[in-house]
């Protein structure tokens, strides 16, 4: 049965069940309403449907359960549904399960990639060069991370010129994607812009994260675990400033070109713990009258844990007037009472 949709405007959004996938799908589909947003997601533990709850029914939102492995299933996407751009922010993404299973890393990451690179190449031109007539405007937008350059000693900044060092499976396979990415513009001409981010947190991010671990241990009267003694550095990101650098990348980013977006936010794992647990305090005091902060525990340090990253987020800045809306402080307090909201109920502290 072929789809009602005669806009050419149809946009495939890969990974939109996810945690910045569904922010992002939710932001776009508010903003842009000449958009039809193909949705795939494989809806894997990392994936909620209720994070789409809002616009999950509506006519311009077609959701997809589906791998974007399935050569098949993407081919029949673009076909079905006149895909006209590509915004890709599907993977697998967590560190720690990278370390203990990396197969399935390389396999959505690389591979996966792989097959929605091939797929737009094939359905939008003609031959390296040359776009078909109706297709000239078409992007593929990858979504990447700062982790596929390394680690930082104190000081100094990732920049859209830094050399990559992956140094866990996870980030080797970002870095493999966004190599992909790379090689299609440069070997067929393919439209692509890519976008590597610092650390993002916001709402419905997943409970295995350090943030909504750290609140959710809290609430639980459960030991908060920080790795090592804590003084690892992360520039974080508000998940909504992500979402608005994306859109403004994917629009206005000139082709072939990288973009770092970051929060300007560098802070200590430590200190997250503290914040956290001050606003909790305040929030919602424990009934014994103690502090959070007695729940923080420190654990045994991840193998391979980069020291430090922070973002130069210059060039998106000057060249596309991208800028950051919530400091660290500001962000954090709006996900604190975000969770709390969630685990209404839930924990006997509430």
Known sequence: ?????????????????????????NYFHAKYPEYQI?????????????????????KRHHFVQGDISNDGLVNYLFKEFDVMGVIHFA????????????????????LGTYVLLENARQYWMEKPGKYKPDYTNC????????????TLGATGAFTEETSYAPNSP?????????FAVRSYHHTYGLNTVITNCSNNYGPVQHDEKLIPTIIRNALKLSPIPIYGEGKNVRDWLYVIDHCTGIDLAFHNGKSGETYNIGGRNERENIYIARTICDILDIKKPRSD??????LITYVTDRPGHDFRYAIDASKIENELGWKAAE?????????????LEKYKNTFEVL
């Open 327 to 339: 400091n660290f402080e500001s962000g954090i307090e709006k996900t604190v009472q975000w969770y």
């Open 38 to 58: 193909i949705n795939i997601d494989r809806l894997t533990y990392a994936g909620n449907l209720n994070n789409l709850k809002y616009i999950i029914n509506d």
């Open 139 to 150: 992007r593929f937008h990858h979504i990447s991370t700062d982790e596929v350059y390394g």
């Open 170 to 178: 996870y980030s080797a396979s970002k870095a493999g994607s966004d």
């Open 91 to 110: 993977a697998e993404s967590h560190v720690d399960n990278s370390i203990s299973g990396p197969g399935i890393f390389f396999e959505t990451n690389v």
């Open 289 to 294: 009258k103690h502090s959070y902060h007695d």
């Open 1 to 25: 049965m072929k789809s009602q949709i005669t806009s050419k405007q149809a946009i495939l959004i890969s990974g939109g069940a996810g945690f910045i996938g569904s922010n992002f799908v």
